[in-house]
């Protein structure tokens, strides 16, 4: 590559940057930032022709060109003069069925699992398969950073005009500069974007998850199911958004909230979706090619105690929604920090339109499919083509099961079934659980009530260890404690924290993930007597410190990982779990129950079985 090979230099767009990093951290975790586009060529073909509209393509349109360097100070994206064609034809027409279909699955499997080298241009394939002759599959495969699926369906729109030309490009109207979004981009109000974020998000409890929060989580490939929505619902839904003036993505929208309400059991969740990023204000934005993608959370609450309306609900949304369009440009990462979270959601939706079938040129073009990956813990792409709606759904199966994914889709397709048909009724009354979901939930609890005498929580859990301390108490992942060895852990961590001078009204704060070693932290402050102030890992920096400085707890029981992690100053005694000496000093210690005089000035069974600290309180 030289200086004059340049057309010009590109800055990274916020998903740009995300996605790069993950395709360059770890080469050989699964490869899910190649977007593969494919369609159904039917009629004669004059494969020639379409190879020179390939080619037309990379002439035309700078983001085709595309390939990262690495800057003075950080990644780049390079756009040069000119680029190959990168073209491959594969000819399975002397398979016989089902063999011809099961070689070009593997065939498209594996060009959606080739890694691109990202510092070369192109970063798009074309493959041309056989099947028979009049009819092919036209695959196009792309690193998702260059290229949006918005942008992929123009493509294929402008690659039949061409094709009908040859590949002659004169008279086709000059598509707009890619670089003409970067400088829009970069003359947005940051500061603007961030305010409008911040009051969206405002008086947000924590985020929507599905799965335990692990910013250390590994990439790994999604399993997917199909869920067509029925022809008489879709009709009902488009006229009744017609009715309410409202977009049939607002009622996706509104409808995944309130299923993911009742998975979570919140009433106040968010979840992301993938917009558009072309403003009005950049000219010939709606034909310009390239990755102007952006992923921003959408929140749906619902006020339970207003009764409002599902109807009212749903335009409220819209409204919201409505009123952060100009501020889609902002990347998650500065949305996350104007909200003061560390993370928002593992749950996505996008609702696409995609085109029927089309006849250009001697060929008819359909089955149009548009597939590419997510890391996120649930994923579902809405699309409406003609007059079916069907929605693609990944999940991952180390996180999520496939039963728990598949009732939350049909928790989803039952209020959309709601929403149609009594729309005005209030969103407590909207039934997301079937009906046996809803009788498990209503039978929870029937039994013989349980009889337990008084006491407080470290003397009932002694008393259990001493009766059966063979019984199986704790189990978590590989980790599993008999009634007697979780007694012995708990009690000599509770003499280290009375040592140390934890006693009542002391707050020992806990700032540990959801372990074995959580639940014997929690257990022993009790068994001292101490108040328990458990902190949130997924919380930033800044909220550990306000929480840790207002508690002043006299002891912090951590990890050594954790503590550097942190990026507070703790401002307490450590107790770093992990710690060779500390744990010699704990293997030193008695392991049988912590009586009453133990603890100094000990809590009188009428006193509170335990106290939990929270931040304010």
């Known amino acids: 590559m030289t200086q004059s090979s340049i057309e010009c230099v590109l800055p990274l767009t916020p998903l740009q940057e995300g996605q790069l990093f993950h395709a360059q951290f770890d080469e050989a975790a699964p490869n899910l930032y190649t977007m593969c586009m494919s369609a159904s060529l039917s009629g004669p073909l004059d494969v020639t022709a379409l190879r020179s509209a390939c080619a037309q393509l990379l002439t035309r349109h700078q983001c085709m060109r595309a390939c990262f360097r690495q800057g003075r100070d950080q990644m780049v994206q390079v756009i040069l003069r000119e680029a190959p064609l990168r073209w491959r034809q594969v000819d399975l027409s002397a398979h016989p069925e089902p063999e011809r279909a099961q070689r070009l699955d593997r065939l498209t499997q594996a060009a959606s699992s080739d890694r691109f080298d990202l510092t070369k241009a192109p970063l798009t394939r074309f493959i041309l398969v056989r099947l028979t002759p009049d009819q092919h599959r036209f695959i196009i495969c792309t690193f998702h950073a260059v290229l949006d699926g918005w942008s992929g369906l123009m493509l294929l729109g402008e690659l039949a005009r061409l094709y009908e030309r040859n590949g002659d490009a004169t008279g086709l109207p000059a598509p707009p500069p890619y670089e003409d979004y970067y400088r829009w981009l970069v003359r947005q109000d940051g500061a603007a974007a961030e305010s409008a974020w911040r009051d969206a998000l405002a008086g947000l409890a924590g985020p929507t998850l599905l799965a335990p929060s692990d910013p250390d989580r590994w990439l790994a490939h999604g399993e997917h199911f199909h869920v067509e929505v029925p022809a008489r619902l879709v009709t009902n839904l488009r006229g009744f958004a017609r009715s309410r003036g409202l977009t049939l993505n ?15 059991g919140q009433s106040d969740v968010v979840f992301g979706t993938t917009v558009s990023g072309r403003s009005p204000e950049v000219p010939g934005i709606e034909n310009m090619a390239g990755m102007l993608l952006n992923t921003v959370p959408v929140r749906v609450r619902q006020d339970l105690s207003l009764a409002e309306p599902v109807a ?61 990956s997510t890391n996120y813990t649930l994923s579902i792409i809405v699309q409406s083509s003609g007059d079916a709606i069907d929605m693609d759904v990944e999940y991952r199966p180390d996180l999520f099961d496939r039963g728990s994914a598949e009732a939350l889709m049909a928790g989803l397709v039952r209020v959309l079934e709601a929403v149609v048909a009594a729309p005005d009724v209030p969103v407590s009354r909207v039934e997301v659980l079937a009906a046996g979901e809803r009788r498990a939930l209503l039978e929870l609890g029937a039994g013989a009530a349980a009889v337990t005498g008084p006491g407080l929580v470290p003397e009932l859990f002694a008393a259990r260890a001493a009766a059966e301390p063979g019984l199986p108490a704790l189990v978590c992942g590989d980790v599993s404690f008999s009634f007697g060895e979780l007694g012995g852990r708990v009690n000599r961590l509770a003499r280290w924290l009375i040592a140390a001078g934890a006693g009542p009204d002391d707050p020992v704060a806990v700032l540990l993930p959801r372990s074995a070693g959580s639940v014997v932290a929690m257990l022993a402050v009790l068994a001292a007597g101490a108040m328990y102030v458990p902190v949130d890992l997924s919380y930033p920096a800044e909220r550990v410190s306000f929480m840790l400085a207002d508690a002043a707890p006299v002891v912090v029981i951590t990890t050594a990982e954790l503590a550097a992690r942190s990026g507070s100053d703790l401002g307490a005694r450590l107790l770093v ?16 129950p912590v009586g009453a005089g133990e603890r100094p000035g000990a809590l009188a069974p009428s006193d509170a079985a335990y106290m939990i600290y929270t931040s304010g309180s």
């Open 250 to 264: 607002t009622v996706f929208q509104g409808a995944l909230g309130l299923a993911l309400g009742a998975a979570t």
């Open 577 to 592: 779990l992990d710690s060779p000496q500390v744990r010699a000093e704990l293997a030193g210690l008695p392991g049988g």
């Open 312 to 372: 009212a609900m749903l335009a409220r949304l819209q409204a919201e929604q409505s009123r952060l369009i100009a501020h889609h440009h902002l990347g998650l990462v500065d949305i996350r920090r104007a909200a003061g979270q560390a993370e928002l959601f593992d749950a996505h939706m996008v609702f696409q339109n995609f085109p029927g079938a089309g006849t250009t040129g001697g060929f008819q073009m359909s089955d149009v499919q548009n597939s590419v």
